[in-house]
Structure formats: C-alpha cells, structure tokens
C-alpha cells in the first residue's frame, strides 16, 4: 500500500521544498493543497481517514506548512479536532521549517554545551516562530532564557506565551538594533548565545561577543549576508572562533534536514502521532547530529 503524505499549506504556493523533502524521506505520493485555511480542513482530512480502514491509516499521514506559523498552529488544531474513535492519522507541523530549525539549533547547542540546565542563554530575535520555539525548549530543559526583542510589548507578550507553553525561566529585553547588542551582553552575560533574527541582517557585531567572558557557544541561523553573528561562519559546525564554539545556519541546517527527513518517516510507523516543537525535539534527540 502507498504511503501518501497530504501536505496543507497556508500559502498559495504549496512549498515545493517541503515536497521535495517528503519524497526523499520516504513518501510514495504527496498531495499539495496550498491556500488551506481552517475551515478547509475537515473536509481534507475525512477525505483521508474514510478511504482506508483504521488498520491502513498509517500509511496516509499529514504535513502541515506554510510561511506563517500562526496559520500553521490553526490549520493543526483544525485537523486534530477532525480525526475520532480508530479514524486518525498522524500529523506534522513545521510551518517555515521553524520546528525542525529550533530543534536542530537547540540539539547542536545541548550537545557543544554538555548540560544547559542553570546556564545563562540569550536568543536574538526570540519573538519570532524559531526564536520562541528554541527558547522555549531551553528553557524546559533548564536553561535561563532571555529572549530580545525590538518593541516591548511585542516581547512580553512573546515571553508571556513561550513560559507559559513550555515552562521554565524566560526574560525579555529590549534591543531596538545591534548598536544595543554589546549593552545587552553585558546586562545578561550569557553562557549560549543564539541568532534567529531576520535573513541578511546583523543583530550582534563582533565586538559584542568576541574575547567575552563566559560566553561558551554561539548559534547564528541566518545564512544570509550580512550574517547574524559577525564573525561567524555559515558553514561552522562546532568550530572554535577564539574560545567559543560556533555554529553557522548551514552547519546546523545539514542536521535540520536529518531531523526533516526522521520525522517524516516517523509519520507512517502509525497513525496517531502529533509531531510538534516538543514531540519533535524527542525524536530528535536519538539522531546523530
């Protein structure tokens, strides 16, 4: 029996990245639906569930994607609200490649790190879809976090929700610009340091971050020039930039792509998983990096 992927995606273009993906991890065929919204969901999914028996339904699964994370978070609860009894299938969200980034990110930065429980972790940029989710598995692991953000209210309101979905310790500052970035080091002194702001934008220069005491790790994801991190590398893999280790979006995106792959696999085993930030990080974390 073929094992078919039914990708829902809030845009009008269905991510051909995430197709690719699927095919190459193990999916016989993927059905594109782009420009889906809540309400659309139902109906695709009973479309999926009354086709096969229960016995069958995991070999038919879901992925769900799309720029929008928000959206992303919608079209699941949607599709999690339509499936009942022995009727479900297994599900996937990873709207942007957010979850699987975070996870990939937060893994690498563990790993270098050995242990982050009561480290100091400041992530740039943590209001956004990978920010939040990074720093909120931080900070269930243990770390103390604190997320920056431009606009104060923005922030707390980003802090409020990561604390509240994943526990732990979770602050926020204010940094408006880079200018900023050395003034916020300092208030913070962080042991980890991670980058998801926007692609072609540098948030911490080198002298905010170089020659700092206690600084030991620093993760920067944007791949595009001007870099996150000044002085980092895009292609770093854990590799020592004057006592910190580093690590660049293309040495942590090999292992996203890993994680990617893992998870898509992992949705025909059977029919009732629900792949998240949380549930992802878990299969994760059995995968070589």
């Known amino acids: 029996m073929k094992k078919l992927l039914l990708q829902l995606d809030s845009n009008r273009l269905p991510s051909a990245f995430d ?28 479309g999926c569930i009354f086709t096969r028996g229960p016995k069958d339904l995991r070999n038919t699964a879901v992925f769900i994607g799309g720029s929008d994370m928000s959206a992303g978070e919608a ?17 996937m969200l990873d709207s942007n490649g957010s979850n699987t980034t975070a996870v990939a990110a937060v893994i690498k930065i563990t790993r270098a790190a050995r242990d982050v429980r009561g ?23 243990g770390a103390l976090v604190t997320i920056t953000s431009r606009r104060e209210e923005e922030g707390e309101k980003a802090r409020s929700g990561i604390a509240s979905r994943f526990g732990g310790t979770v602050a926020m500052v204010c940094m408006r610009d880079a200018s900023e970035a ?12 991670l980058n998801t702001g926007p692609a072609g934008v540098l948030l911490v220069p080198r002298d905010a971050w170089s020659a700092r005491r206690g600084l030991a790790v620093a993760c920067d994801l944007n791949a595009v020039p001007p870099l996150g991190i000044e002085g980092i590398e895009v292609n770093d893999d854990g590799k020592d930039r004057g006592g910190v280790t580093a690590f660049g979006a293309i040495g942590v995106g090999g292992f ?17 998983a629900i792949l998240d930030a949380e549930t992802i990080a878990e299969l994760a974390a059995g995968l070589p990096a």
């Open 256 to 272: 996203k792509m890993k994680v990617h792959k893992a998870c898509i696999a992992r949705l025909f085993e059977n029919n009732d």
């Open 75 to 91: 079209l699941l609860a949607a599709a999690q609200k339509s499936l009942f009894g022995p009727f479900k299938v297994s599900m």
């Open 182 to 193: 050395g003034h916020v080091l300092d208030t913070v002194t962080p042991e980890i340091l």
């Open 19 to 46: 197709e690719v993906v699927a095919y190459d991890a193990g999916a016989d065929v993927v059905m594109q639906r782009g420009g889906v919204t809540a309400a659309d969901v139902r109906d695709l999914i009973h």
């Open 119 to 141: 480290k100091k972790v400041l992530v740039t940029a943590g209001t956004g879809p990978v920010g939040a989710r990074a720093a909120g598995l931080l900070a269930k692991a």
